[in-house]
Protein backbone atom coordinates (compact mmCIF):
# COMPACT_ATOMS: atom_id res chain seq x y z
CA UNK A 1 0.00 0.00 0.00
CA UNK A 2 1.75 3.49 -0.98
CA UNK A 3 0.42 5.20 1.99
CA UNK A 4 -0.30 4.74 5.57
CA UNK A 5 -2.52 6.62 8.27
CA UNK A 6 -0.04 7.08 11.29
CA UNK A 7 -0.59 7.48 15.13
CA UNK A 8 0.26 9.47 17.47
CA UNK A 9 1.28 12.79 15.58
CA UNK A 10 -1.72 14.60 15.32
CA UNK A 11 -4.61 13.64 18.04
CA UNK A 12 -7.88 15.85 16.51
CA UNK A 13 -6.46 14.97 12.60
CA UNK A 14 -5.09 12.25 10.52
CA UNK A 15 -1.49 12.04 9.63
CA UNK A 16 -0.91 10.81 6.01
CA UNK A 17 2.53 9.08 4.85
CA UNK A 18 2.21 8.55 1.25
CA UNK A 19 5.66 7.05 -0.59
CA UNK A 20 5.73 6.99 -4.51
CA UNK A 21 8.78 6.10 -7.03
CA UNK A 22 7.85 9.52 -8.67
CA UNK A 23 6.29 12.73 -7.88
CA UNK A 24 3.75 12.63 -10.37
CA UNK A 25 2.85 9.02 -8.32
CA UNK A 26 3.35 10.60 -5.24
CA UNK A 27 0.86 13.39 -6.33
CA UNK A 28 -2.06 10.49 -7.27
CA UNK A 29 -1.22 8.53 -4.25
CA UNK A 30 -1.50 11.72 -1.81
CA UNK A 31 -5.10 12.21 -3.39
CA UNK A 32 -6.11 8.39 -3.30
CA UNK A 33 -4.88 8.51 0.60
CA UNK A 34 -7.56 11.57 1.32
CA UNK A 35 -10.21 9.64 -0.18
CA UNK A 36 -9.62 6.71 1.43
CA UNK A 37 -9.84 8.59 4.49
CA UNK A 38 -13.58 9.89 3.92
CA UNK A 39 -14.55 7.26 1.75
CA UNK A 40 -14.55 3.47 0.45
CA UNK A 41 -12.73 4.24 -3.21
CA UNK A 42 -13.74 0.82 -4.88
CA UNK A 43 -17.31 2.20 -4.48
CA UNK A 44 -17.08 5.42 -6.28
CA UNK A 45 -17.52 4.75 -10.09
CA UNK A 46 -15.83 7.03 -12.81
CA UNK A 47 -19.56 8.80 -13.98
CA UNK A 48 -17.85 12.81 -13.85
CA UNK A 49 -14.57 14.02 -14.38
CA UNK A 50 -13.31 17.92 -13.34
CA UNK A 51 -10.09 19.58 -14.44
CA UNK A 52 -7.23 20.61 -12.15
CA UNK A 53 -4.94 23.23 -13.85
CA UNK A 54 -2.18 25.06 -11.41
CA UNK A 55 0.95 26.85 -12.51
CA UNK A 56 4.10 28.67 -12.19
CA UNK A 57 4.75 26.74 -8.99
CA UNK A 58 8.47 26.81 -7.82
CA UNK A 59 8.11 24.82 -4.70
CA UNK A 60 6.47 21.22 -5.56
CA UNK A 61 5.69 20.63 -1.67
CA UNK A 62 3.19 23.95 -2.32
CA UNK A 63 2.20 22.65 -5.60
CA UNK A 64 0.88 19.64 -3.57
CA UNK A 65 -0.69 21.91 -1.31
CA UNK A 66 -2.85 23.70 -3.09
CA UNK A 67 -3.39 20.05 -5.41
CA UNK A 68 -4.94 18.16 -2.79
CA UNK A 69 -7.13 21.77 -1.22
CA UNK A 70 -8.25 21.65 -5.27
CA UNK A 71 -9.54 17.58 -4.36
CA UNK A 72 -11.32 18.60 -1.06
CA UNK A 73 -12.94 21.98 -2.52
CA UNK A 74 -14.63 19.43 -5.61
CA UNK A 75 -15.92 17.44 -2.45
CA UNK A 76 -17.48 20.15 -0.29
CA UNK A 77 -18.35 22.96 -3.30
CA UNK A 78 -20.03 20.04 -5.80
CA UNK A 79 -20.39 17.01 -3.27
CA UNK A 80 -17.83 14.76 -5.93
CA UNK A 81 -16.05 11.88 -4.14
CA UNK A 82 -13.20 11.18 -6.76
CA UNK A 83 -11.51 7.62 -7.37
CA UNK A 84 -9.25 8.11 -10.09
CA UNK A 85 -6.79 10.91 -11.07
CA UNK A 86 -4.71 10.83 -13.69
CA UNK A 87 -1.48 13.31 -13.13
CA UNK A 88 0.52 15.81 -15.25
CA UNK A 89 3.18 16.88 -14.10
CA UNK A 90 6.09 18.85 -15.54
CA UNK A 91 9.31 19.25 -13.67
CA UNK A 92 11.57 22.17 -13.93
CA UNK A 93 14.94 21.92 -15.21
CA UNK A 94 17.72 24.71 -13.96
CA UNK A 95 15.24 26.94 -11.97
CA UNK A 96 11.82 26.24 -13.98
CA UNK A 97 8.52 26.07 -12.41
CA UNK A 98 5.91 23.23 -12.03
CA UNK A 99 3.12 23.00 -13.85
CA UNK A 100 0.38 20.49 -12.94
CA UNK A 101 -2.77 18.88 -15.17
CA UNK A 102 -4.89 16.47 -13.62
CA UNK A 103 -8.17 14.56 -14.36
CA UNK A 104 -10.08 13.74 -11.64
CA UNK A 105 -12.67 11.02 -11.98
CA UNK A 106 -15.45 10.27 -9.80
CA UNK A 107 -19.36 10.70 -8.90
CA UNK A 108 -21.45 12.07 -6.56
CA UNK A 109 -21.47 11.37 -3.33
CA UNK A 110 -24.75 9.41 -2.15
CA UNK A 111 -24.55 8.31 1.96
CA UNK A 112 -26.99 5.20 0.41
CA UNK A 113 -24.35 4.20 -1.77
CA UNK A 114 -21.26 5.45 -0.52
CA UNK A 115 -19.87 4.02 3.13
CA UNK A 116 -18.65 7.75 4.18
CA UNK A 117 -15.54 7.74 6.78
CA UNK A 118 -14.54 10.84 8.12
CA UNK A 119 -14.73 14.26 6.59
CA UNK A 120 -11.80 16.18 5.69
CA UNK A 121 -12.31 20.09 5.90
CA UNK A 122 -8.91 20.74 4.77
CA UNK A 123 -5.07 19.84 4.45
CA UNK A 124 -2.94 21.27 6.87
CA UNK A 125 0.19 23.13 7.25
CA UNK A 126 1.04 21.50 10.63
CA UNK A 127 4.36 18.92 9.83
CA UNK A 128 3.04 19.31 5.73
CA UNK A 129 6.10 18.09 4.11
CA UNK A 130 7.31 16.71 0.81
CA UNK A 131 10.54 15.17 0.16
CA UNK A 132 12.65 12.99 -2.07
CA UNK A 133 15.37 10.66 -0.48
CA UNK A 134 17.07 7.17 -2.00
CA UNK A 135 14.64 7.92 -5.53
CA UNK A 136 11.60 7.59 -3.80
CA UNK A 137 9.41 10.48 -2.67
CA UNK A 138 7.37 11.21 0.92
CA UNK A 139 4.90 13.31 1.87
CA UNK A 140 3.63 13.26 5.25
CA UNK A 141 0.34 15.07 5.20
CA UNK A 142 -2.01 15.76 8.17
CA UNK A 143 -5.68 16.98 7.47
CA UNK A 144 -8.28 18.51 9.50
CA UNK A 145 -11.44 16.40 9.86
Known amino acids: MP ?11 FALEVTAGSLPELFQEAARAIQAV ?12 RKVEL ?10 YDFLSEVIFYKDSESLAFGKFKIDLQIPKDGGVYNLRAQLWGE ?6 HTLHNDIKAITRYRFKLEEKKDKWRALIIVDV
Not at 4 to 13: M, Q, R, S, T
Not at 38 to 49: A, D, N, Y
Open 3 to 13: YKILENIAYAD
Open 108 to 113: KIDPQK
Open 38 to 49: QFEIKEIKPKVS
Open 55 to 64: NNYQDAQELL
